[in-house]
């Protein structure tokens, strides 16, 4: 009875692993299957480019002349938008021509940074002279207490 008993215990556990084992395979093969299909949906999906047509081109480089930043220098040219109807000619002139205004944010942001930084060498130079003076005062404050201490001493000695 215990030979029987013992085959069926190493039958069972030989069918478990068995089944662990095949598991393990199919999990792995559902894997694999699930990165396939993603894969194949991401090669499926294709982005389209996006269809401008020559109207919205002219719009568009009509605004951007208009607020485009133009300098004394510089010139926009736009040909083929001259010959289009009066509104968007007009802009074009406007933005092709020599700008009346300089755009100064730049400058504007150079003099700011410039500005900081002077104001920050001049705190740090502040503030070098200021420990300058600390490390002056305290040696002259150690000198000083160094010599109380020297009086305070002859003076002990002497009524001995």
């Known amino acids: ?3 029987l008993l013992n085959d069926v215990c190493r039958e069972v556990v030989e069918k478990w692993s068995e089944s662990q084992i095949v598991d393990a395979k199919e999990k792995k093969e559902d894997e ?10 991401q090669a499926k999906i294709v ?3 996006k269809e401008v047509s020559q109207e919205e081109k002219q719009r568009k480089a009509a605004l951007l002349a208009q607020y485009a930043n133009v300098t004394d220098e510089e010139e926009y040219p736009f040909p083929d938008l001259d010959e289009q109807d009066g509104s968007i000619a007009t802009a074009v002139n406007i933005g092709s021509e020599k700008s009346l205004f300089r755009n100064t944010n730049v400058e ?3 003099n700011a940074r410039k500005l900081e930084r002077e104001l920050l060498r001049d705190e740090f130079q502040k503030k070098k002279e200021q420990d300058k003076l600390q490390r002056e005062k305290d040696k002259l404050a150690k000198q000083e207490r160094k010599e109380k201490e020297k ?3 002859q003076k002990g000695e002497r009524k001995r």
Request: charged fraction near 40%.
């Open 108 to 110: 504007d942001v150079l």
């Open 151 to 153: 009086k305070r001493t």
């Open 32 to 41: 694999i299957q699930a990165i396939a299909s993603m894969m194949e949906k």
């Open 1 to 3: 009875e215990e030979d």
């Open 47 to 49: 982005v389209k480019p």
